[in-house]
């Protein structure tokens, strides 16, 4: 079964402070992977998407890796902001399936002041 | 904002009442997307079409679910008899579609409340 894994569950941090989100995930074949972030009572906005053949990625204050070979990725927040607070997830596509995306459950970030 | 809107943005309606909800993509997308989010988890596919066509249905969309694009503009989701277990955020995207890979810009979502 396609799954896709994230950790941890949740996270609260100081505002300034650097994090590091994780997701694994057993999706084959595989055709790329992307972190999106979703405020609370709002649609997914994404931040990155990596091929099989890209290990990392970065959007601003945001770097994301892969490592497809152990189905491994990471997403690295710098320098965090109050408004960094917010559900990151995780997603997966696997080819020949129309683009249909494969959702992890989510890592709640909370940035407190 | 990404382009893409939904309408409403919250409803609530009865146990048994029928419910549709309707989707506007960016206008030049091919590809349309239905997902369905219930609270504290990630979404979930529910079916997509490319133009007109619906080329998936998820195994969740029962019988009691229809989804139309009828001319490969905007969608509606329609759900039938509700039940308290479709209380969710149904959530609708939009891309290009074609071999590649594509961005997929999310609307804001239907919250719907079974009561």
């Known amino acids: 079964k396609n799954q896709v894994e994230q950790s941890p569950q949740s996270l609260i941090i100081l505002e300034g402070k650097n994090c590091t989100l994780q997701?694994?995930?057993?999706?084959?074949?595989?055709?790329?992977l992307r972190w999106y972030k979703q405020d609370t009572g709002r649609g997914p906005v994404s931040l990155t998407i990596?091929?099989?053949?890209?290990n990392t990625k970065s959007n601003g204050r945001y770097t994301a890796t892969l490592d497809a070979d152990t189905k491994q990725s990471s997403l690295h927040i710098t320098a965090s902001q109050l408004s960094d607070s917010a559900s990151y997830i995780c997603v997966v596509t696997t080819y020949n399936q129309g683009g249909k995306l494969i959702f992890g459950q989510g890592t709640e970030l909370s940035v407190k002041p | 904002d990404t382009g893409v809107s939904q309408d409403p943005r919250h409803k609530i309606t009865k146990r048994g009442q029928n419910v549709t909800f309707r989707c506007d993509p960016i206008s030049e997308h091919n590809r349309l997307y239905w997902y369905r989010q219930t609270l504290g988890q990630g979404p979930e596919f529910l079916t997509y079409?490319?133009?007109?066509?619906?080329?998936?249905k998820s195994r969740l969309l029962s019988d009691r679910f229809s989804a139309e694009r009828p001319k490969g503009s905007f969608s509606t989701l329609e759900i039938q008899r509700t039940e308290q277990g479709d209380s969710a955020m149904y959530l609708c995207?939009?891309?290009?579609?074609?071999?590649?890979?594509?961005?997929?810009?999310f609307g804001p979502g239907t919250r719907l409340t079974v009561t």
């Open positions: 990596m091929t099989f053949s890209e």
């Open positions: 079409f490319q133009n007109e066509a619906q080329l998936e």
């Open positions: 997701c694994n995930y057993t999706v084959s074949p595989f055709s790329n």
């Open positions: 995207a939009s891309s290009p579609g074609g071999t590649g890979v594509y961005e997929q810009y």
